[in-house]
T-cell receptor, first 116, second 113 residues
């Protein structure tokens, strides 16, 4: 079974631009979560989508948004990029069989975003 | 707000040593505590996890010790090997919160031959 895939793997943008990152979950996984990883802050939760609905959101500004499609694929968008947005953006998928049971999250390799 | 504090930030041990990574949490609603291992260029992968009704869990050379009253838990790696060199993240999950995972800041472990 193929793992979580993220595209592109590397991206260079300039301040003020916007960017869209893509994540394809493991087949059959319905939940997709996004994280920002930086050396100083570790992994910070951005948001989680389940059945095309955002169920959970972290403490990030509105410039960060996402969506999930009917095939569970997800995209994350960052508008008006700032230097501080440079980070590794990780996507994770899980089965999400029930609301009150933890399902292992499987991470993709990430998209390395550099903002100049 | 950092809800899961992890230490140390980096750790160097010799092969065969027992590195210990510590984490502390604040929110008593957390009910699942996984550890992730991340190699360069890869996403984190689940290593081992524990629920708060258990004080210790072992899987191979990896052991989690959990102290519910102190709200602390730690990862021990027995007989560490150079292949264990990676970044380790502790995490805490409130399973009623749609699997929102709160991660520690990570510990970069280097095992030297």
């Amino acid at each position: 079974k193929a793992g979580v895939t993220q595209t592109p793997r590397y991206l260079i943008k300039t301040r003020g631009q916007q960017v869209t990152l893509s994540c394809s979950p493991i087949s059959g996984h319905r939940s997709v979560s996004w994280y920002q990883q930086t050396p100083g802050q570790g992994l910070q939760f951005l948001f989680e989508y389940f059945s095309e609905t955002q169920r959970n959101k972290g403490n990030f500004p509105g410039r960060f948004s996402g969506r999930q499609f009917s095939n569970s694929r997800s995209e994350m968008n960052v508008s008006t990029l700032e230097l501080g947005d440079s980070a590794l953006y990780l996507c994770a998928s899980s089965l999400a069989l029930g609301d009150f049971s933890y399902n292992e999250q499987f991470f993709g390799p990430g998209t390395r975003l550099t903002v100049l | 707000q950092q809800q899961v504090k992890q230490s140390p930030q980096s750790l160097i041990v010799q092969k065969g040593g027992i590195p210990i990574i510590n984490c502390a949490y604040e929110n008593t609603a957390f009910d699942y505590f996984p550890w992730y291992q991340q190699f360069p260029g890869k996403g984190p992968a689940l290593l081992i996890a524990i629920r708060p009704d258990v004080s210790e869990k072992k899987e191979g050379r990896f052991t989690i010790s959990f102290n519910k009253s102190a709200k602390q838990f730690s990862l021990h790696i027995m007989d560490s090997q150079p292949g264990d060199s990676a970044t380790y993240f502790c995490a805490a999950v409130y399973s009623g919160g749609y699997q929102k995972v709160t991660f520690g800041t990570g510990t970069k472990l280097q095992v030297i031959p």
